[in-house]
């Protein structure tokens, strides 16, 4: 006499050891990350200690350099500012090229290679690079701030433009308009909303950048900051970090003001 065969749920795993033996992978694998890196209990203890050193030299902050740091402090912003707005006068074409929607293929290739190339490299090795380039100062700063908006300004507004509703532009080219016309009044009316908020974003992205990239020498407050580093001024450098802090925290509340406008 047959019997039928009872059905039993597959087991979340194909073999019962499997799950312990990836949990103990796991753990050697973090273990020996730590032991790679020399992360010990000793050295991190010597490090706190040096720390509230360097925390207690800083206290209380020193303004009197104020003109010092005035000027790291103008230059960042000249160089957040001008960037900005060669970054999205250079990145509005290139995200028409990078817009499959209304570019040829050949022309998109071109666009998205562009677009990729703006996006590979981090701003700091950017920066490295136009220093050598150009020299120590804010030109390498505000160069490597347009190189970093290119790839993300016209990544971001070619993915807009690709959402954009054809029918109006369809209506546009319906009227005998040539391939300039429609983009300026099929295309950019749409997105136009889109290309300020972007470029209101991407100023407040590199009002912070600009305190980064001038540690490898690319001008801006950042520079000011290493500089104090180096002398051992901790006390300059706190007054240094505290105004671009506020620098910072300013330039947030007015891309959040911006954007509410504007939507």
Same mark, same amino acid.
């Given at each position: 006499?047959?019997?039928a065969?009872?059905?039993?749920?597959?087991?979340?795993?194909?073999?019962?050891?499997?799950?312990?033996?990836?949990?103990?992978?796991l753990?050697?694998?973090?273990?020996?990350?730590?032991?790679?890196?020399?992360?010990?209990?000793?050295?991190?203890?010597?490090?706190?200690?040096?720390?509230?050193?360097?925390?207690?030299r800083a206290?209380?902050?020193?303004?009197?350099?104020?003109?010092?740091?005035?000027?790291?402090?103008?230059?960042?912003?000249?160089?957040a500012?001008?960037?900005?707005?060669?970054?999205?006068?250079?990145?509005?074409?290139?995200?028409?090229?990078?817009?499959?929607?209304?570019?040829?293929l050949?022309?998109?290739?071109v666009?998205?290679?562009?677009?990729?190339?703006?996006?590979?490299?981090?701003?700091?090795?950017?920066?490295?690079?136009?220093?050598?380039?150009v020299?120590?100062?804010?030109l390498?700063?505000?160069?490597?701030?347009?190189?970093?908006?290119?790839?993300?300004?016209?990544?971001?507004?070619?993915?807009?433009?690709?959402q954009?509703?054809?029918?109006?532009?369809?209506?546009? +080219?319906?009227?005998?308009?040539?391939?300039? #016309?429609? %983009? /300026?009044?099929? *295309?950019?009316?749409?997105? &136009?909303?889109?290309? $300020?908020?972007?470029?209101?974003?991407?100023?407040?992205?590199?009002?912070?950048?600009?305190?980064?990239?001038?540690?490898v020498?690319?001008g801006?407050?950042g520079?000011?900051l290493?500089?104090?580093?180096? +002398?051992?001024?901790?006390?300059?450098?706190? #007054?240094? %970090? /505290?105004?671009? *802090?506020?620098?910072?925290? &300013?330039?947030?509340? $007015?891309?959040?003001?911006?954007?509410?406008?504007?939507?």
């Amino acid at each position: 006499m047959s019997h039928a065969a009872v059905w039993r749920p597959p087991s979340p795993w194909p073999a019962r050891w499997m799950g312990p033996a990836l949990w103990l992978g796991l753990a050697a694998f973090v273990g020996w990350n730590l032991w790679n890196l020399e992360v010990d209990a000793a050295r991190v203890a010597r490090g706190l200690a040096r720390a509230g050193t360097v925390f207690g030299r800083a206290f209380p902050p020193d303004f009197q350099r104020w003109e010092l740091l005035l000027e790291g402090i103008v230059e960042s912003l000249q160089m957040a500012t001008l960037s900005t707005a060669l970054g999205t006068v250079l990145g509005i074409p290139v995200a028409i090229m990078a817009a499959r929607n209304v570019a040829p293929l050949p022309v998109y290739a071109v666009g998205r290679g562009i677009v990729s190339v703006g996006r590979t490299f981090h701003e700091i090795i950017v920066a490295i690079i136009l220093v050598k380039a150009v020299g120590f100062g804010p030109l390498a700063g505000m160069l490597t701030l347009t190189v970093n908006s290119l790839g993300f300004f016209s990544k971001l507004l070619a993915e807009q433009i690709e959402q954009i509703d054809r029918g109006q532009v369809e209506a546009v +080219r319906a009227t005998g308009a040539g391939r300039g #016309a429609v %983009l /300026l009044y099929g *295309v950019l009316p749409q997105v &136009l909303p889109r290309i $300020v908020g972007l470029t209101v974003y991407q100023w407040d992205i590199h009002l912070r950048q600009s305190t980064i990239i001038g540690i490898v020498g690319a001008g801006g407050v950042g520079t000011t900051l290493y500089n104090s580093f180096s +002398r051992y001024d901790f006390d300059f450098t706190l #007054a240094i %970090l /505290l105004v671009i *802090v506020a620098i910072v925290g &300013l330039g947030e509340w $007015v891309s959040a003001w911006a954007r509410r406008r504007i939507q």
